[in-house]
């Protein structure tokens, strides 16, 4: 116990849905779970009650899995009414998966920012049979393991395609400041930055909830990460912009529903909490970078543990985005490596 209510988070619901089952967490909204195959096992999404159909938000990797159990849920919790809308937090493919397939063939309407969009239908697009000579210098650039890139040579790239139902063109944008209208509800929208860009979060004028996506997660800390696309991002501000931005809407009794993990009450505290840690993890990175060293070997300051091969790649693109705020906000510099490395170094 950590003294006065509003500092304690709470977990209203011991056990998440099983699949193809729904949990309604409040009037008219329902949480399921999507599985992911990958450490991080799973997926939340959610539908909203809006009379006449549903809103659902996010909707899992695509896969003739993920899909039969979305039919399962469409034939089960959701009979009766049709899905007239699909709200896509953020471009990732673990949210924006199916969104095509309920567009083209369920006929539903997409809604989502205008980053994410763009984003996801030109990552979808992108489709690379060999590795772009941009990601292999990117991976070297950021001190990757001479073995581990050797072994990802060796495969085929990552193609958001795989993860992503084709998007046909068009969808419906919400921004910053919209007020916007599901499960019978009006929700302030709220755009955040850092783990995606433009990431829709909704916070409702009418009662307790809060649909985070993966902005604001109880448990997990949300990636953030550096990609050959912009090597030279500073996502960390970003995030903490955002972090700030948000932390003095949140009520400790808001009932937030995230995209990963379990929804949650004390939003204040868990606020607090993100901010403070990549704080402590910038300190500790600091004081590391005393001797020049690539992002690759930055991960004991930053995760306090150590890092099996699934989880590098994630490491990788956060460690990036730590050294690259420190070479932005001029705490750090850097020289290049003879193979390429970047490394960084405290100022004095
Ligand atoms: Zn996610």
Redesign the pocket.
Known sequence: MDGGQGRIMRYPWDEPPGQGAAIEVAEGVLWMRLPLPMK?DH?NVYALDDGDGWTVI?TGFSSKKTRAIWQALIDGPLAGKPVRRVVAT?H?P??MGNVGWFQSELGAELVTTRTAWLFARMLSLDVQETWPSETLDYYRSAGMAPEVLARRMAERPFNFADMVYPMPLGFTRIKQGDVFRMGGRDWDVHMGNGHAPEHATFWSRDDNLVIT??QILSSIS?NIGVYATEPLADPLADWLETCERLAPLARPDHLALG??KLPFTGLPTRMRQLIDNHHGALARLRDHLDTPKAASECFAPLFKRSIGEGEYGLALVEAVAHVNHLYHTGDVVRTRREDGAWLYQRRG
């Open positions: 991080l997926v996010d953020h990732h673990d949210h996506g993966d949300p995209g990963h």
